[in-house]
């Protein structure tokens, strides 16, 4: 049966788009020089999300043996080395947009600031420390069959839940962060609309490579 792939091209066109839908927050909240408004949970739960995905596609990608799924192919191709660069450079963008607003002045309580810094750096020990940890460490399929299969479990039938999880309340956290301080205006609405548009697309991106021709 023939599986559909999106062509390189979009998806290049797509990393692009990730890297400019970033450029309007950024420069907004760089020029207001606060970061006031922007709930730092917004920022924790989506730059945990988006770490989740860029460990999931280099596992996918760098670390697995086993047969082709529906986010990869085998052997991996261009595409598949075109999507971690994607979930790469989100991941990169969302570390930068965290920093920026941690960094600048705020109303921010210490408290919640530390509690963020701390909470991804555990997350960073849970999730992208051991797929690069099993992605250094040599060894054959069948050496590496069952930490494979542990990282495979730790990602499937724990991380995933609790991300999804994350990403409501991301939205749930800056709702009323906004709702509660109206005239700020911290959020970029072009960039928000411009993220969304791609990151649809982006993980059509991914899904579509499981689905026959006929389904698309």
């Not at 705020?106 to 530390?114: C, I, L």
């Not at 299969?149 to 749930?172: D, K």
């Not at 700020?184 to 021709?213: C, E, K, N, R």
């Amino acid at each position: 049966m023939a599986y559909y792939n999106v062509p390189n091209w979009i998806r290049i066109i797509l990393l692009l788009s990730s890297v400019l839908s970033f450029a309007p927050q950024l420069r907004r909240t760089i020029s207001r020089k606060t970061s006031s408004g922007i709930s730092t949970f917004y920022l924790l739960f989506n730059l945990i999300s988006t770490t989740e995905q860029f460990a999931l596609a280099f596992f996918f990608i760098v670390d697995n043996f086993e047969q082709p799924d529906v986010f990869v192919h085998r052997p991996i191709n261009a595409g598949d080395w075109i999507n971690l660069a994607q979930t790469t450079v989100v991941a990169i963008l969302w570390l930068t947009l965290f920093c920026v607003c941690l960094y600048l002045p705020s109303d921010r309580r210490v408290g919640s600031v530390v509690f963020a810094i701390g909470a991804y750096i555990a997350f960073l020990l849970i999730s992208v420390v051991p797929v690069f940890a099993d992605a250094i460490v040599p060894g054959t399929h069948e050496d590496r069959k069952w930490p494979i299969a542990i990282l495979s479990g730790i990602h499937y039938l724990f991380l995933s839940w609790i991300v999804t999880g994350l990403n409501a309340a991301a939205f749930y956290c800056q709702a009323r962060e906004t709702l509660s301080r109206p005239r700020d205006q911290a959020l970029s609405h072009i960039g928000l609309a411009i993220q969304a548009v791609t990151f649809a697309f982006m993980a059509f991106s991914w899904i579509s490579l499981g689905l026959p021709v006929n389904l698309v």
